[in-house]
């Protein structure tokens, strides 16, 4: 792994102001997002890694002012945010840059990839779905978040890498991102269920809860009695979710050679995610459901290994 200081200098980034402002975003990933944090820095290459943590750290930020609290506070600030950003991307660099060392990186990585301001303008005009989401009462809900939020969402960072439109490889591309985002979300909702259902609002659709004889109290309850019916749902739900990361291993094969290893990676780790829901069953009732560290490190050992080989000068 190249040294952070080291990978800004490869993007280009030598304005100490600037490489402050990557070092606070660096910092926050590094605690929030471990895993997503480790695969960019050990898989991708150098020049990338300050862009993709920032967008993470900005994708991050944005969710939490709009995770929590009462929808009309959510709607209020997520309109003052997405100002906010709005100022930052259109602000000439230098005295009038963005105050927030988070939206100067952002400005900053917009502006060395021209092409992710569009990916961060549908994210937030995507975003009021979060800010009002209570739950889906369908799958046809469901599947509308998926395209309105959590696909934008993913689009901040696989932009980076996606496919030039040139080669006809990008609406592969978007298609491929669809099916891993559906299955990644899909397998995350399942292992946040107990604190979901706290809240009140879980991601799994009220009408596969009726299916079940299951209700958002029963969950709220903890209700032991639920516990075997919940373990059915959970099965249900993913299999929908193993079938979208299938659909998207195909994915890797679609970006250059110094991507692969990153994407590959990244459907592996979703992977054993869902392997740990299954595992877990209706005891997901009871606290969440996490892949173990020895297999995520395992995945990135591997990936790793094969992304210093693709580095590797031919002699």
Avoid at 17 to 24: E, I, K
Avoid at 90 to 103: E, K, N, R, T
Avoid at 167 to 182: K, P, V, Y
Avoid at 222 to 233: D, I, M, T
């Amino acid at each position: 792994m190249p040294r952070w200081s080291a990978a800004l200098t490869e993007a280009g980034i030598t304005d100490p102001t600037l490489r402050g402002a990557y070092d606070a975003q660096r910092d926050l990933v590094r605690k929030f997002a471990l895993h997503q944090y480790l695969a960019t820095r050990l898989l991708l290459p150098a020049k990338l890694h300050a862009s993709v943590v920032a967008m993470v750290a900005f994708m991050h930020e944005t969710d939490e002012r709009i995770d929590a609290g009462e929808v009309g506070a959510r709607k209020e600030d997520l309109s003052s945010w997405h100002r906010e950003v709005r100022e930052a991307l259109d602000a000439v660099p230098g005295p009038g840059a963005p105050a927030s060392a988070l939206l100067r990186a952002l400005a900053d990585t917009s502006r060395r990839h021209p092409y992710t301001a569009a990916r961060v303008h549908d994210f937030l005009d995507g975003a009021p779905v979060e800010a009002e989401w209570t739950g889906f009462d369908s799958e046809a809900d469901y599947q509308a978040y998926i395209d309105s939020y959590s696909l934008p969402a993913l689009m901040l960072t696989a932009s980076l890498i996606a496919p030039a439109p040139e080669t006809g490889g990008d609406e592969l591309f978007l298609q491929g991102c669809r099916a891993l985002i559906e299955g990644w979300q899909r397998a995350d909702f399942l292992a946040d269920l107990a604190e979901d259902a706290e809240q009140g609002r879980i991601g799994i659709a009220r009408e596969e809860l009726d299916r079940y004889g299951l209700t958002i109290e029963d969950l709220r309850s903890k209700s032991q009695a639920c516990v075997p019916a919940l373990g059915r749902l959970v099965g249900a739900q993913a299999d929908l979710a193993e079938t979208a990361l299938t659909a998207c291993r195909g994915l890797p094969d679609l970006v250059d050679a110094p991507y692969r290893p990153f994407l590959r990676a990244l459907i592996s780790l979703q992977v054993l995610q869902l392997q740990a829901v299954r595992r877990k069953g209706g005891s997901l009732l009871h606290g969440g459901a996490r892949p173990s560290i020895p297999a995520a490190l395992g995945v990135l050992a591997r990936e790793y290994r094969a992304a210093r080989s693709v580095r590797r000068p031919s002699r």
